[in-house]
């Protein structure tokens, strides 16, 4: 249930998200589900016993919004929960000075201004800061809590950038966390891909790989949703109504990944289906020969320099592109 007045604290952690839009609210509402699922699990599963020794290190949540129409509608979601959740307007350094673990989950541009606010760099004080914001680096963060590299150097807050994608909101994402340095204590690194796999499956990646995993993971969705829109159209034109092919296209695409998720090499679900002379095979020269392989992989590249030059502030990056 949502709850407006922050409880006392207890044994256990305190998360207070920074912007709870579509993305940071479907983290909370993942972590709560899943508290909801580990309180009605079996005592006996052993990853039921897993999910519990972590969610028992989060004990309290603040959800922090900017207006209060913003902090009505959230408490009204939240009160599908029965895990309490303090919802604060435009208290972003109460709910940073209460917070053990701050997910910064605001828009990009954003950022400065939140982090640069009268007292919020000294109430991050040895605390974890989870950044979701895209094309923001550990190091790019650092420099904005910190503009003085040296300043309170022992007791400066351990950054982690963190991408998850759009699918996050069906609890679906890729999530990719940059490997922080200096790398995190195992057990709060523990926590952190814990807060992450309740939206989705996560890896860990160099710092220096980000930008790739931008482009792949963050805009893959996009990429993805222009080929099922291809493979639908194809179907439409030979009859088959729009609704019925963006459905069968869509099951298509997410029953191939479930097999290549489940261990097949993408080449071998291939080859399974490509009887030789039959209509696969014909259907895969016609993508071959239009060169689809080499421009997927050529938009991947195109959106990894893009990001790049987005860190390094570049405007209008796609201007400069051709």
């Known amino acids: ?75 009204k979601e939240l009160s599908a929960y029965s895990t309490a959740v303090t919802v604060l307007a435009n208290e972003n350094l109460k709910g940073v000075q209460e917070a053990d673990v701050v997910l910064l989950a605001v828009e990009p541009q954003l950022a400065a201004l939140v982090l640069q606010a009268p007292g919020i760099a000294d109430a991050l004080d040895d605390k974890l800061l989870l950044s979701i914001l895209a094309g923001q680096s ?28 759009t699918a996050s909101l069906i609890r679906q994402s890729m999530t990719v966390i940059a490997q922080p340095e200096p790398p995190l204590p195992e057990k709060k690194m523990a926590l952190v891909k814990w807060i992450f796999e309740r939206i989705g499956r996560v890896t860990t990646l160099p710092a220096k790989s980000m930008n790739a995993a931008t482009a792949l993971c963050g805009s893959g969705p996009a990429l993805c949703a ?42 071998l ?35 990894t320099t893009i990001v790049g030059q987005m860190g390094r502030g570049v405007k209008d990056p796609n201007r400069t592109r051709f």
């Open 138 to 165: 550990q190091k790019g963060l650092e420099q904005v809590l910190y503009p003085n590299h040296d300043v309170r150097l022992p007791y400066r807050c351990q950054i982690v950038a963190v991408l998850p994608n």
């Open 269 to 303: 679900v291939r080859e399974k289906v490509s009887t030789p002379g039959g209509c696969t095979v014909g259907g895969v020269a016609v993508l071959e020969e239009g060169g689809i392989r080499g421009t997927i992989a050529r938009s991947v590249r195109e959106a």
């Open 1 to 75: 249930m949502g709850d407006t007045s922050h409880t006392s604290k207890s044994d256990g952690l305190t998360l207070t998200i920074l912007g709870c839009g579509n993305l940071g609210s479907a983290i909370l509402f993942g972590i709560l589900a899943s508290l909801e699922e580990v309180k009605n699990s079996s005592k006996g599963s052993s990853k039921a016993g897993a999910d519990e020794g972590q969610a028992q290190q989060l004990s309290s949540f603040i959800a922090c919004v900017h207006h209060q129409s913003s902090k009505e509608k959230l408490e």
């Open 226 to 267: 222009v080929m099922l829109e291809a493979l639908a159209e194809g179907a439409v034109g030979m009859g088959v109504s729009r609704k019925d092919a963006q459905l069968m296209a869509a099951q298509v695409m997410n029953g191939t990944a479930g097999l290549v998720l489940n261990g097949e090499h993408p080449a």
